[in-house]
Nanobody, 128 residues
Framework: QVQLVESGGGLVQAGGSLRLSCAASGRTLSSYDMGWFRQAPGKEREFVAAMSWGAASMTYADSVKGRFTISRDNAKNTAYLQMNSLKPEDTAVYYC?????????????????????WGQGTQVTVSS
């Protein structure tokens, strides 16, 4: 099975940028579809972005579309989330998640229950 470790979180002013990384170990990342989720205090964990194993398909939550970009480098066994034009409401713990690759609709990526591997999370705080 795969282990996931996120990094790159921190404190940034509104309008700034951060790039989160999700390093995989144990198995090659090309075997997995990847997702990013976030959880703000007192709220449910919500979908942010996802990408199929070969990067042919990707999808985003409406709240981040046009500001965030998901990518992956299978050779480095790492997935990324580039976050631009950050807003205070983006403040949350961000998690990467993985599921064995397979035929699925893009709507399936939005479901937390799809993913069976999760990282420990990295805190992103956006100040106004």
């Amino acid at each position: 099975q795969v282990q996931l470790v996120e990094s790159g979180g921190g404190l940034v002013q509104a309008g700034g940028s951060l790039r989160l990384s999700c390093a995989a170990s144990g198995r090659t990342l090309s075997s997995y579809d990847m997702g990013w989720f976030r959880q703000a205090p007192g709220k449910e964990r919500e979908f942010v972005a996802a990408m199929s194993w070969g990067a042919a398909s990707m999808t985003y939550a409406d709240s981040v579309k046009g500001r965030f970009t998901i990518s992956r480098d299978n050779a480095k066994n790492t997935a990324y989330l580039q976050m631009n034009s950050l807003k205070p409401e983006d403040t949350a713990v961000y998690y990467c998640a993985a599921v064995e690759r397979g035929p699925r609709t893009m709507s399936a990526f939005y479901q937390r229950g799809l993913y069976n591997y999760w990282g420990q999370g990295t805190q992103v705080t956006v100040s106004s």
